[in-house]
């Protein structure tokens, strides 16, 4: 394997694959970036085993070959290399490396122990934009569960039905739900549970622009797009029926303004408990009244304006919740909706007029009061 290659494009192209490298691992060559110089560029590729990216780079070849080098080295190497062409030799198990009169020597490993990444056919895929795919995951993924006791809500759920495509996370207490319009070219029908780690890597690796192949093969869904691939595992399992929390009959309605409220539980989760977060909030005729009592420590109140007509609702949260439900409301205004006290209730976005209405919705399950 030799190349030549500039500076930039060595430390994009490893800046992009060394995300996905394990900060631990039992497998040497896992800690290694696979590059692969062929007519054309380097390809470059880190995996953790659960998600694997690759990526081809520019370069200027003159002799293909394969080897793995130790990833994070590496990218340190580039980032601090002066502003010239390196040129890149593999010589038996080692890369040297020599740009202007710097020169370094890596030891490699193998390009054989480094594991396959997964054989998806993406001619059997569906196509979707960037932006639309990148809202998705931005809007729901937050969701997701943390506790291990429950792998199947540790990922996020991926629907695609009739021309529509959604995404839904929940972790029980919270759950976010999106839906875009799929276009004509998804005639699938499918659901996969996706972990929120490759997520992270589509939205850090797409641009809004880009134009995304997504593919499944087996247990693995694939995602490429203009010399960018991201591959992962699913998480294997039946998701739970989520249609059946979502409320149907909710009928008190309140809008709001979303960073009036949001500054105002913010001020309100200073006092309140730090084990159930719990803050009440009192909906009355074009106001609510935001209370917390929190015997050890004190008390806090508040009050706004909103548009609410109906009898007197009392209704209990935790204020984490509710503050990340609102942090990803993408719009100025905010309609609430509850039944009882003890019901879930759902937030969802006002359009401005004019804006096409998007398919979106929060809930959140509340916390009982305690008198």
């Given at each position: 394997?030799n190349?030549?290659?500039?500076?930039?494009?060595l430390?994009?192209g490893?800046?992009?694959?060394?995300?996905?490298?394990p900060t631990?691992?039992?497998?040497?060559?896992l800690?290694?970036i696979?590059l692969?110089?062929?007519?054309g560029?380097?390809?470059?590729?880190g995996?953790?085993?659960?998600?694997?990216?690759?990526v081809?780079v520019p370069?200027?070849?003159?002799?293909?070959?394969s080897?793995?080098?130790?990833?994070k080295?590496l990218?340190?190497?580039?980032?601090?290399l002066p502003?010239?062409?390196?040129?890149v030799?593999?010589?038996?198990?080692?890369?040297e490396?020599?740009?202007g009169r710097?020169?370094f020597?890596?030891?490699?490993?193998?390009?054989?122990e480094?594991?396959?990444?997964?054989?998806?056919?993406?001619?059997?895929?569906?196509s979707?934009?960037?932006?639309?795919?990148?809202?998705?995951i931005?809007?729901?993924?937050?969701?997701?569960?943390?506790?291990?006791?429950?792998?199947?809500?540790?990922g996020?759920l991926?629907?695609l039905?009739?021309?529509r495509?959604?995404?839904?996370?929940?972790?029980?207490?919270?759950l976010?739900r999106?839906a875009?319009p799929?276009?004509?070219?998804?005639?699938?029908s499918?659901?996969?549970?996706?972990?929120p780690?490759?997520?992270?890597?589509v939205?850090?690796?797409?641009?809004?622009?880009?134009?995304?192949?997504v593919?499944?093969?087996?247990?693995?869904?694939g995602f490429?797009?203009?010399?960018?691939?991201v591959?992962t595992?699913l998480?294997?399992?039946?998701?739970?029926?989520y249609?059946?929390?979502?409320?149907?009959?909710?009928?008190k309605?309140a809008?709001?303004?979303?960073?009036?409220?949001e500054?105002a539980?913010?001020?309100?989760?200073v006092v309140?408990?730090?084990?159930?977060?719990?803050?009440r909030?009192?909906?009355?005729?074009?106001?609510v009244?935001?209370?917390v009592?929190t015997p050890?420590l004190?008390?806090g109140?508040?009050?706004?304006?909103?548009d609410?007509?109906?009898?007197?609702?009392?209704?209990g949260?935790?204020?984490?919740y509710?503050?990340?439900v609102?942090?990803?409301?993408?719009?100025?205004e905010?309609?609430?909706?509850f039944?009882?006290p003890?019901?879930?209730?759902?937030?969802?976005?006002?359009?401005?007029?004019?804006e096409?209405?998007m398919?979106?919705?929060?809930?959140?399950?509340?916390l009982?009061l305690l008198?």
């Amino acid at each position: 394997m030799n190349f030549t290659i500039t500076r930039q494009n060595l430390h994009q192209g490893l800046a992009a694959v060394s995300a996905s490298i394990p900060t631990k691992t039992t497998l040497p060559v896992l800690s290694n970036i696979l590059l692969e110089a062929r007519d054309g560029g380097v390809w470059m590729s880190g995996t953790d085993l659960d998600v694997a990216v690759r990526v081809q780079v520019p370069a200027d070849v003159e002799g293909t070959g394969s080897l793995t080098a130790p990833g994070k080295k590496l990218q340190e190497i580039a980032r601090e290399l002066p502003d010239q062409p390196v040129a890149v030799v593999a010589r038996g198990d080692q890369l040297e490396l020599k740009c202007g009169r710097s020169a370094f020597k890596l030891n490699g490993l193998p390009s054989e122990e480094f594991p396959s990444l997964p054989g998806v056919d993406f001619e059997k895929g569906w196509s979707i934009r960037g932006s639309e795919l990148q809202k998705l995951i931005h809007h729901t993924s937050f969701a997701v569960s943390t506790e291990e006791s429950r792998p199947i809500l540790n990922g996020v759920l991926w629907e695609l039905r009739d021309g529509r495509m959604q995404m839904v996370a929940t972790n029980g207490h919270r759950l976010a739900r999106m839906a875009v319009p799929a276009g004509p070219a998804t005639t699938t029908s499918a659901d996969f549970i996706v972990p929120p780690a490759a997520l992270q890597q589509v939205q850090r690796l797409f641009k809004p622009e880009d134009e995304l192949e997504v593919a499944r093969d087996g247990n693995h869904l694939g995602f490429r797009s203009a010399g960018t691939e991201v591959y992962t595992r699913l998480i294997e399992g039946t998701y739970p029926n989520y249609e059946q929390v979502i409320p149907k009959d909710n009928d008190k309605n309140a809008i709001v303004e979303k960073g009036a409220l949001e500054s105002a539980v913010r001020r309100m989760a200073v006092v309140a408990s730090d084990q159930t977060h719990r803050i009440r909030l009192v909906f009355d005729e074009g106001r609510v009244q935001l209370n917390v009592l929190t015997p050890d420590l004190g008390e806090g109140e508040d009050e706004l304006e909103l548009d609410y007509s109906g009898e007197e609702m009392e209704i209990g949260f935790n204020a984490n919740y509710l503050l990340e439900v609102l942090r990803y409301m993408p719009t100025d205004e905010v309609k609430l909706t509850f039944r009882a006290p003890e019901r879930a209730a759902t937030l969802e976005p006002v359009t401005p007029e004019g804006e096409d209405d998007m398919d979106y919705l929060c809930l959140v399950m509340p916390l009982r009061l305690l008198d």
